[in-house]
């Protein structure tokens, strides 16, 4: 017991205080021990990122589907157009080939 009373009291002032003691004790179970540690938070900013990266594409698809939807409505032509491509639709006196490549 004299020895671990001798070497504490060899420690410098501030590894003796209580209060520094019990703060790094506390700082060091938030970033290594905690539910919401240091890797955690990590790991989710970058999910963040990757999600708000896809937020953008998707926002951008979306832009262009909403105007190839006004560009569709606009004419008879246009909805011809889309219904011959997209769908295959055809008229009574014609005849569809459909060439597949491999």
Not at 52 to 67: D, H, M, R, T
């Amino acid at each position: 017991m004299q020895k671990i009373k001798a070497v504490f009291l060899n420690l410098p002032p501030i590894f003796r205080n209580i209060f520094f003691l019990t703060g790094v004790v506390f700082a060091v179970w938030m970033m290594f021990f905690d539910e919401n540690n240091m890797i955690v938070q990590y790991n989710r900013r970058h999910e963040l990122v990757a999600l708000q990266k896809k937020a953008g594409f998707y926002k951008k698809e979306i832009g262009k589907v909403e105007n190839q939807y006004q560009e569709i409505i606009a004419s008879p032509e246009s909805q011809e157009k889309f219904a011959r491509e997209n769908y295959l639709m055809k008229k009574d006196n014609e005849d569809v080939f459909v060439i597949v490549a491999k």
